[in-house]
């Protein structure tokens, strides 16, 4: 064949291009499948049954448009949620993140057998959540542990679990308990990956450990901040097993936050529409604290490059 007539020759198909292009789509495919699966069609699902009464029991399934968005505007019960789930997440953020920080500095010192320390500190992460909390109920019960230890001080201990003004304070303390680990290996690994000289550089210039910790430290660490200050948002939104096993959303609704609640119209009261509405409600709220902080990190996140 003459060279003149190569430029008419038609291109092969399977260009160098298309081959790399299918070799990505091919290992993305499993990740793509899971995410489609598995997140986008559920939540596809659960706006669809909002808008349905759905009674298992009766086994009807009725159309009703907006109306339980019009119930959920109506719930005499949802301010006291919201107000129950918002007092869980201050209180495990803050208690989390700040004990996990101050131990991340403890255990960041080079001290013989400071490992042992660092495991003992994350093995609860590994624990079981359902045994970890069933250990803890019996533990705070009014004649449990607890109260043991404290009336062998002279101490009469309240009922931990039944008192409206210990039971969320325990919920949190075992959930901090349980999860302070994760974030302290977190802060752990950026802490050592702050580099040295800028504190041998500020101790020269006459700064104290406080003041490195702020100026160096904290700036230093903030992207790891931002990550578990999310971790640990989101985490605290969707909590179920401890109300579950503690205190069942007691005394009253003062422990019942949104998750527990959505479970008891669900499959308690087999409202499942109802449910799939507070659903919605709880990924609204995820979405929207989620994006509020990403914002944030332009202000309180510091990127070395």
């Known amino acids: 064949m003459s060279a003149s007539a190569l430029p008419n020759q038609k291109p092969p198909f399977w260009t160098i291009a ?18 489609i699966t598995f997140v986008l069609v559920p939540l596809g699902l659960v706006f669809w049954y909002s808008l349905h009464e759905w009674n298992v029991l009766a086994a ?5 448009g907006a109306a339980n968005y019009q119930m959920l505007l109506a719930d005499p019960n949802l301010p006291s949620v919201l107000l129950a789930s918002a007092i869980f997440s201050a209180g495990l953020v803050i ?15 080079k001290l013989k057998g400071i490992v042992v320390f660092r495991t ?9 959540l359902v045994a970890w909390t069933i250990v803890w109920s019996f533990l705070l019960q009014n004649n449990g542990g607890i109260n043991g230890l404290l009336s062998m001080l002279g101490i009469e201990g309240p009922n931990w679990l039944r ?3 210990t039971a969320m304070i325990s919920v949190v303390v075992v959930q901090v308990f349980k999860n302070v680990g994760l974030n302290m290996i977190l802060f752990l690994a950026a802490l050592q990956g702050v580099p040295k000289e800028l504190y041998e550089a500020a101790r020269v210039d006459g700064a104290g450990a406080f003041k490195q910790f702020r100026r160096i430290t904290l700036p230093l660490i903030s992207p790891t901040i931002l990550l578990t200050s999310i971790i640990t948002i989101v985490g605290s939104l969707q909590v179920f097993a401890q109300i579950a096993v503690l205190t069942q959303g007691g005394p009253g609704m003062t422990t019942t936050v949104l998750v ?14 109802y449910g799939s509405t507070l659903s919605i ?9 989620t994006f509020v902080q990403w914002q944030l990190r332009k202000r309180i996140v510091f990127y070395e490059n």
């Open 18 to 35: 298309r081959r790399d292009a299918a070799a990505g789509y091919i290992f993305i495919a499993p990740q793509l499948i899971g995410i």
């Open 60 to 64: 009807s399934f009725n159309f009703v």
């Open 95 to 109: 208690l989390n993140m700040t004990l996990a920080l101050l131990l991340a500095v403890l255990l960041d010192q």
């Open 120 to 128: 003992l500190f994350f093995s609860p992460v590994v624990v079981s």
């Open 163 to 165: 008192t409206p003004t």
């Open 260 to 273: 527990y609640y959505l479970y008891q119209q669900a499959f308690q009261f087999h409202f499942f529409g």
């Open 281 to 289: 409600l709880l990924f609204v709220i995820v979405a929207v604290l």
